[in-house]
């Protein structure tokens, strides 16, 4: 009996091992797993692809209050990004020269309503969300409107506005995708 225990022992330890190596080995080699229903479910890779309407991005969130609040809530994880944030993945919904306005009512650009982009006034445990308001707000060249388009439910540019192009780390493709993300 204690031969077999041990044997199964060392079968999870080189299983365990095994899949840390190839967690690393992928993340090493540009793989990124999503688990937020922000954007579709599953396995991305960076690609080299430029910064653009439509694509998914990996960026870093800014070390701003909102940011630390939203970790304290848990709307987002902690990692590797200044301010111990960490990564977040969004789509790009609109870049320079597009006209953005955010109200209560949602999101547009270029006077198109952005799909689920009606803020919440407050989260799951009734605790105020932010109010942001943008009025025909013409991008520069720097800024950038990252959400999702397809989860009520996402913390994204309705709440925390417009981010920086330099705070994007990656464009990233999907590889490997699943499930409902409504």
């Known amino acids: 009996m204690k031969r077999l225990a041990k044997k199964a022992s060392m079968i999870v330890a080189i299983a365990s091992l095994s899949f840390i190596f190839l967690t690393g080995l992928l993340t090493i080699s540009g793989a990124r797993f999503n688990t937020s229903r922000s954007i579709p479910l599953g396995l991305y890779w ?3 692809h430029p910064i653009q309407k439509g694509e998914y991005v990996l960026f870093c969130p800014p070390q701003k209050a ?3 609040n939203a970790l304290k809530r848990g709307y987002i994880h902690s990692g590797f990004c ?4 960490g990564y977040m ?3 790009v919904l609109a870049s320079h020269n597009d006209v953005v306005s955010i109200n ?3 999101v547009w ?3 198109r309503f952005v799909e689920h982009s009606v803020p919440y006034p407050t989260d799951e445990q009734g605790r105020p969300l932010p109010e942001l308001t943008l009025r025909q707000y013409p991008l520069k060249n720097s800024e950038l409107l ?3 388009d397809q989860n009520d439910l996402s913390f994204d540019a309705r709440y925390f506005g417009l981010i920086k192009r330099s705070q994007v780390k990656a464009v990233i ?3 490997l995708t699943w499930g409902s993300t409504s």
């Open 66 to 68: 909102i940011f630390q």
């Open 46 to 48: 960076i690609t080299k």
């Open 89 to 91: 993945m969004k789509r």
């Open 146 to 148: 990252l959400m999702t």
């Open 173 to 175: 493709s999907p590889i």
């Open 109 to 111: 650009v270029n006077n």
């Open 82 to 85: 200044s301010g111990g944030f």
């Open 104 to 106: 209560p009512w949602g």
